[in-house]
Each structure stands twice: as C-alpha cells, then as structure tokens.
C-alpha cells in the first residue's frame, strides 16, 4: 500500500532538514510531494522543484476546478496546497510521498487518509530556539520572520493531534527518531 507521509510543524522547526535526510535513504522508496504556492519562489528555489510557483489567480482557479487534495492560506494572501495529480503521479511509481505541510493541512490530509498516513509533528525545543534558527537561516525579512513566530505558538498546540512527536533538539537524534519511525510504519 501506498502511504503518505506528513511532517508538520512551526517553520524553523527543522522539517525541511528532517524530509532532505529521509529523502536520501534510497531504501524507504520515498518521493517528496510539491506543492503548488502562490508566494514568490526565494533564493535558488526552482519552479517544479521544491514548489510549483503559481499566480494568486492560477491558485484560485485550482480551487475551483477541484484539483486540491487540501489547500490553506497558511500566512495572509499565500496560498498553499497540495494537488491531487502531483501525489497521484508519485503514487504510480510506487512510491510513499512525504509532505511538508502546515499543521492545518497535514491534520485534514489525515483524516482522509487515516490508515495510510503517519502524520509527524517536529517540535523544536522552544519558541527562542525557533527563533534563532529562523534567524540564522536568513532567507526571511524581519517581517516575515515577525509572521512566521505570530503563527508558530498556535501550531505548537497542535502537536497533540498527530501520530508522533519528533523532538528536533539534537539534529542527529531527531534524524535516527524520524527513520526509525517511518521505517515502522511502512514496513507495516
Ligand atoms: P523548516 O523546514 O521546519 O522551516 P529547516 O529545516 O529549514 O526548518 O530548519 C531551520 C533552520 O534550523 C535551518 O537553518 C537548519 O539548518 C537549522 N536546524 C535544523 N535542525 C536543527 C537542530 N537540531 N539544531 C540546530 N539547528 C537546526
Ligand atoms: P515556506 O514558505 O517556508 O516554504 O512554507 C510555509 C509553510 O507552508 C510551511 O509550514 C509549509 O509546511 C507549508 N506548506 C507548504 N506546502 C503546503 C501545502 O501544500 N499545503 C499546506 N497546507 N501547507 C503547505
């Protein structure tokens, strides 16, 4: 069977660096779900890579047509969402898709698949620790950064809806926890 695989968190949280390392492990037989996103693409970020970038309107329109599996304006006027023909696409060779969505859409993708997916929420040690990383990441303005931590003390008490709690203190801990776990589940 099929199985999906959801990492959900506050941003800086560690998700993309979690997902980047199970991505590797050719043996989990995993593919990264791309999202559609109607923010602009930042840094070296490429249309069909890590997002498909869309216009507002293009997004809009995709609404309407049906063709989300879920979507959220996950930060005022960006929309983000994941289409149902980019997981049918990887579910037809073969793989397990991994998601890197917000904690709203993770928990809604769950409850339509509840059997195959294991939704995994990554908990950075506290809203300071976030913060440094999100600084030191420096790929966010001071805005955006302000954005991102209005968002972040409410999706933390979100953790307790999904199936794990991975605790990214230690990055090679967190990495050993969040492989142990999908190797479980989908050997399952
Ligand atoms: P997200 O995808 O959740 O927004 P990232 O994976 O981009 O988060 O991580 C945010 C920043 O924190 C990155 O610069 C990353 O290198 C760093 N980081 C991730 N995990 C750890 C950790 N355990 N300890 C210290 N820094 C970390
Ligand atoms: P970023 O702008 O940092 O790439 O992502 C911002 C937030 O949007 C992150 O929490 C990320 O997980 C979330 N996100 C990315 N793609 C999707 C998606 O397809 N659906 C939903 N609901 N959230 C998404």
Avoid at 65 to 88: D, I, P, S
Avoid at 89 to 109: E, P, Q, S, T, Y
Avoid at 165 to 183: F, G, M, W, Y
Wanted: proline content about 3%.
């Amino acid at each position: 069977m099929n199985k999906l695989i959801i990492f959900s968190a506050p941003s800086g949280s560690g998700k993309t660096t979690i997902v980047r390392h199970l991505l590797s492990l050719e043996k989990l037989n995993l593919a990264f779900s791309i999202s559609a996103t109607s923010r602009a693409p930042r840094g070296t970020e490429e249309h069909g890579k890590e997002y498909y970038f869309l216009t507002a309107e293009d997004f809009k329109d995709k609404i309407g047509q049906n063709a989300f599996m879920e979507w959220e304006e996950v930060y005022a006027g960006c929309y983000y969402g994941t289409l149902k023909a980019e997981v049918e696409r990887l579910w037809a060779m073969g793989k397990h898709v991994v998601f890197d969505i917000d904690v709203a859409g993770g928990l809604r993708l769950k409850q339509q698949y509840p059997e195959q997916t294991l939704a995994i929420f990554v908990q950075p040690p506290s809203l300071k620790v976030l913060e440094e990383r999100l600084r030191n990441r420096q790929t966010e303005t001071e805005e955006k950064i302000q954005m991102r931590l209005a968002k972040a003390e409410q999706e933390m008490a979100t953790a307790k809806g999904f199936d794990v709690i991975i605790k990214n203190d230690d990055l090679q801990q967190a990495l050993q926890e969040a492989e142990r776990v999908v190797t479980e589940f989908i050997g399952r």
